[in-house]
């Protein structure tokens, strides 16, 4: 079984250019997962989709991060403008659907590094 | 709210050493799950342990073990006679465990302890 990929691995950008970062979950899994770590900070949640269907974005730091979930497949997560502060470690995790086993253990991803200068 | 608090920030020891490393947690839930997870260079998050908040039994797994105490609010990850292979940052965390459909199994963080073993 096919882990949790995540692309690019690293990406450098200028303050207020668009950034696209991509996960793809393990196949099946309902649950899809964005986290990110600010440099010296805790990993902090973002948001979570079940299926396509946004599910808790209560985490998102505000309306330049948008996320998607097309067909409920892999998802994207777009920061734009960019900034500074938005430099960090963006992890994607996936889990199955609620009440099959081991339902709510998260696979994590490598993580996108993201830098903005 | 939630919150994972790891104080260690960074741990050396020698190769065949005991380690510990803390976690203590906050939560206002009832019914909670706590995990540790694992940062190997290569930087994925690695799975090593879900526990619910039902079972204080401690587990072990080879040489890893863990010690959870609700009535200090800890989750302690002890490895045992330590090797190379385990330096990593190692992460506790914390999820609901009552999915209610609205809701989440979001994870909190601690910011997480970086162990290194010297050979």
């Known amino acids: 079984e096919a882990g949790v990929t995540q692309f690019p691995s690293h990406s450098v950008i200028e303050k207020g250019q668009t950034v696209t970062l991509r996960c793809d979950p393990i196949s099946g899994h309902d649950n899809l997962y964005w986290y990110r770590r600010v440099m010296g900070k805790e990993i902090k949640f973002l948001l979570h989709?079940?299926?396509?269907?946004?599910?808790?974005e209560s985490g998102m730091p505000n309306n330049r991060f948008l996320a998607e979930r097309t067909g409920g497949t892999y998802s994207t997560l777009k920061v734009q403008p960019a900034e500074l502060e938005d430099s960090g470690v963006y992890f994607c995790?996936?889990?199955?659907?609620?009440?099959?086993?081991?339902?709510?253990?998260?696979?994590f991803g490598p993580g996108t590094r993201l830098t903005v200068l | 709210a939630q919150k994972v608090t790891q104080a260690q920030t960074e741990i050396s020891v020698v190769e065949k050493e005991d380690v510990t490393l803390d976690c203590v947690y906050e939560t206002r839930d009832t019914t909670y799950y706590l995990f540790w997870y694992k940062q190997p260079p290569s930087g994925e998050l690695v799975f090593l342990i879900r526990?619910?908040?039902?079972?204080?039994q401690n587990e072990i797994s080879g040489r890893y073990s863990w010690n959870f105490q609700k009535s200090t609010s800890s989750f302690n990850f002890t490895i045992t006679a330590s090797q190379v292979v385990d330096s990593a940052v190692y992460f506790c965390?914390?999820?609901?465990?009552?999915?209610?459909?609205?809701?989440?199994?979001?994870?909190?963080f601690g910011k997480g302890t970086k162990l290194s073993v010297i050979p």
């Open positions: 989709f079940v299926k396509e269907s946004k599910q808790d």
């Open positions: 965390a914390l999820s609901e465990a009552m999915y209610s459909g609205a809701g989440s199994y979001q994870l909190t």
């Open positions: 526990r619910n908040s039902f079972d204080e």
């Open positions: 995790a996936s889990s199955r659907a609620p009440g099959l086993p081991s339902y709510n253990e998260q696979f």
